[in-house]
Every structure is written in structure tokens, then in C-alpha cells.
């Protein structure tokens, strides 16, 4: 990139983060220092509030810059990924949205354990939370080296290394000071700035090609090298039944997913009420699906415009398709047009990865909080020890999260997200779904639905081609691949819903009747909740 390109961006950078910077002091200086104002944001936010924060902490650098980058070089298949994302949340509206914000009051734990006995549940969802929330950070810290790498024109270890560091400290400083009212209002402004960016570039497509999607589509073939097999299913995930199996794999961990992951279900308990977390709900789906139409138009865009070849040279995964696409439709390199649109992606990118990690990690670190520890801690000092406790667990997990995003930078942003999505679709969902729904669930059933998936998922994905026996994988000089599939989830889903069931059928404990009615009204009707 030229002189002007990195300047321009880095101010941008450097304005994004001052603001953001602004809002977290703010904020600190106005918090109360209680764990509901920490964890919940003092539950104070309208629904139209938290449904663009919704928006702002799920459509991450995966989508961003990921499923772009995969529609780009694979056409249909890499579409399928939007349309999972997508199709996720009508899986949360109507299954969790409203039953989690009556049934919990700040994590995940909080509604398994309801019902069950509260040391070995919230040991076992908060072991399972932190896993995912990590795995979703290390996807977010690969996207900002890949971004900072094209903006600085270099491609060396050192480059993106800084990168990662440096969204790192950001991350650990919003938590650590804003808690969840600076991270919410971050979010709200990164999605405004995404949603008005993604408008821009697409109707800049559009334009390109007179409003005309069939020239786009036809011209996208053409310049991909495959001709129609661009347009049809297959040419990622169609080579073999093993590719096959992959894909309903990928399928079932991004639709079931969603409804596990940490950071998206707390982003409930910001709200007053259930109704409200309905509308919240409502909102995002809204504004979430604007982005992935319009993601669809993006990448095929970047496919017709940029051209893969371009693509792969910038970044084999593809995770640079918008901004090289921004830089051709503003009027190419060292155009002024060029320069300022590629200059104001890169800034919302940014914005994007700093928003979703700053997110993922305050979940992180309030389950090490609310479930790990204070399961540890004696109860008359658990509230103020706990707010103190996440702001330690931020830095931690911010350190474990640079170290593997470091490791894993040259994977596709997108199909880590899906990796993260499966640990949770195994792992939480199970928990989650027969808690709040079978009557004679256990606490043993509810420990084995949270191992009997995790194990299984992260043993799969440490013997699958992600991690070594491929060119691509992690340690590609390294063969430990026993298991075909890159993504766990159809064999490790159904293995988290059986462990749940077998251990509560073989479980010598009576399920209390009373507690589960009384959590059965409460998250139907919102009596009693917090």
C-alpha cells in the first residue's frame, strides 16, 4: 500500500480508538463498581440499543472479512456460511432469547444451574464458556493481523505480531475499565459505522455493474476460473462425501451454535426485561440480515471486481477481499477515491475486531468470575471479590488469545468461527436445551452434556486437517490426522445431547419438581426474574 493509504488509515485507526478510548473513561468513572453494573451494564439498555449492540458483538471479522473473502474464492459454497450465520438467530429468537433472560442474571451457568446443584454446573458451563469465548477470540486477533499486515504493505511475523498484541491491550482495557456498559456502547458505534460502510461498497457494486446481478454473477464466474461451477454447489465442499459430510457438518455447528456462544447470550441481560430481550432479538435479526444480503452482493463483488488471483496474493484465506475491493471501486492505487474508501474499510475492520473482542472477552472473563471462581470462594465476599476477579481473568484470557491468534494466523477468519461454533453448539446447547425443558434432568446429566461435548469437539479438532497432516493446517509438518472432517460438529452435537441424557438416566438423583416448575414459570412468564 502507498504512503497515503497508511497514513490515512492510521488516523482513522487512531480516531476510532480515541473515541472508543473516551467512551470506556467515561464510563469508568460512572460506574458503581457493583457486579450487575459490571457484568449487565445496570440492565439499562432499550431494546433498539441492545439490538444494534447485538448486531455489533455477532457480525465479526469473520463475517467481515472471512465470508466475503469465501464467497470471493469459492462462490456458492462460501455463501452457505452467511446463510448459517443468518439462520442461526431464528434459533435464538425463538428457543433462548426470552427464556435466558428470565431464567439467568449474568452468564450462561447461570440458567443450567437454576435447578441443579451449583458447584459442579457452573465448574463445568464455565470451563465450557471460556473454551468457546477463546477459540472466538483467536478468529478476531487473526483477522487484525491479516488487516494490518495489507495495510502496512508487509506480510513479516513481526508486523502482525504487534497487531495482535495491541488489539490485546485495547480489548483488556475496555473490560477492565468500562465493564459492559463501555462495551456495549462500543458496539453500538462499530455497527452503525459497519452497516453504513457495507451500504456504501454495495451500492458502489451495484453501480459498477448498472444494478445489473446477473452481469455481476456472470463476470464473478468468469474471473474465478471454474466457469459455472462458481455459481453451483460444490467446488469447496463437493469433491468427496468426506467434503459433503464437512459441509452439513459446518452446517449444523453455525445454525446450533449461535445459541451457546457466551458473549451473544449475555448481551440478554442488558435489558430491563424478557419482552424487551424479544425486541432486542427482533432488532438484531433486522440489522443482521441487512449485512449478510449485502455480504452476498460483496463478495461476489470482489470475486468479479478483484479477481481471486488478486486475492490469493494478498491473503491465501481470502480475509482481505473488502478493503482490496474497496481500493478498486474508490478508483484504484493511488487514486484519492481509492485511498479514503480503502482507508474507511480498514477503519471499520478495526473498529469490527476491537468491538467483538472487547465483547467476547468480558464474557470470557465473567464466567471465570461469576461460575469458576466464585464456585471456589466463601459467599460472604463473593459479589466485590468477583468484579475484581474478571478484570484479573481479562488480561489472562487476552494473553492466551494473542499467544494462539499468533499460532493460527494463516487460517481463514470464517472457518475458525466455525470451529468456535461447534465447541459451543456441543458443549453449552445441550446443557441449555434440557435444562429449561426436560423435566427430570440432573445435575450429573447436566456435567456430562457440558464434557460430553467439549472433550469430543476439541479432541476431533486436534486430530482433524485444521491441525496438522495438511498444507494448510497448523503444524503442516506434523501427521496426527485420524479424523477427516475440519469441522467436529456432527459427530460431537449429538454426543453432547447423549452424554446429557445418559448421565441423567443413570443418575441416582430425584429431579427436584418444584424447582423445575418454578423455572418453567419464570422463563415462560418472567416471574421472579432478576
Known sequence: ???????????????????????????SRRRHGSAEEFYAGGRLFSPMENGFA???????????????????LYGYDGLLYGVGFLVAWLVVL????????????????????????????RIAAGTASVTVSVLYLVAQMVGAGSLVALLLGRTSGTAQAWTVIG??????????????????????????????????????????????????????????GHGDAFLAPGLKYGGSWTARIDFISLGLAL?????????????????????????????SIGLIG?????A???????????????????????????????????????STGGTVLFAVVAAVAFATILAVVAGITLASSSSVAHDLYASLRR???????????????????????????LLARDLNVAFLVGLAFAVAASANLPALVYSLFWRAFTTRGAVWAVYGGLVPALVLVLLSPVVSGSPGSLFPDIDLQYFPLQNPGIVSIPLGFLAGWLGTVTSDEVADEGRFAETEVRSLTGAGAV
Open 255 to 283: 445454525v446450533l451454535g449461535t445459541a451457546g456462544l457466551p458473549h451473544i447470550l449475555s448481551r440478554f441481560y442488558t435489558v430491563p426485561t424478557a419482552r424487551a430481550a424479544r425486541r432486542s432479538a427482533v432488532w
Open 94 to 121: 425463538f428457543l433462548v432469547a426470552e427464556l435466558v433472560r428470565n431464567c439467568g442474571r449474568f452468564t450462561l451457568a447461570d440458567v443450567v444451574a437454576a435447578r441443579m446443584s451449583e458447584r459442579p454446573v
Open 379 to 405: 459467599p460472604q465476599s463473593k459479589v466485590r471479590g468477583e468484579v475484581a476477579v474478571a478484570r484479573v481473568a481479562a488480561v489472562g484470557i487476552g494473553i492466551v488469545a494473542i499467544g494462539l491468534g
Open 1 to 27: 500500500m502507498t504512503g497515503e493509504h497508511q497514513t490515512l488509515a492510521l488516523l482513522l485507526f487512531i480516531g476510532f480508538v480515541a473515541v472508543t478510548l473516551a467512551i470506556t473513561t467515561w464510563v
Open 54 to 72: 447485538v448486531s455489533g458483538d455477532y457480525v465479526s471479522a469473520a463475517s467481515f472479512l472471512g465470508v466475503t473473502g469465501l464467497i470471493a
Open 296 to 334: 452476498i452482493v460483496l463478495g461476489f463483488g470482489a470475486a468479479a471486481v478483484v479477481g481471486p488471483e488478486a486475492l490469493r496474493r494478498s491473503n491465501a484465506a481470502g480475509n482481505t477481499a473488502m478493503p482490496l475491493l474497496a481500493l478498486d471501486l474508490g478508483g484504484g492505487v493511488g
Open 290 to 294: 441487512g449485512f449478510y444480503l449485502m
Open 167 to 224: 488489539v490485546g491491550a485495547l480489548m483488556v482495557t475496555y473490560v477492565s475499565l468500562g465493564g459492559m456498559r463501555a462495551t456495549t456502547w462500543i458496539q453500538i458505534v462499530k455497527a452503525v459505522l459497519l452497516l453504513c460502510g457495507t451500504v456504501v461498497l454495495t451500492v458502489l457494486v451495484l453501480v459498477r455493474f448498472h444494478g445489473d446481478l446477473d452481469r455481476l454473477l456472470v463476470t464473478a464466474a468468469e474471473r474465478s
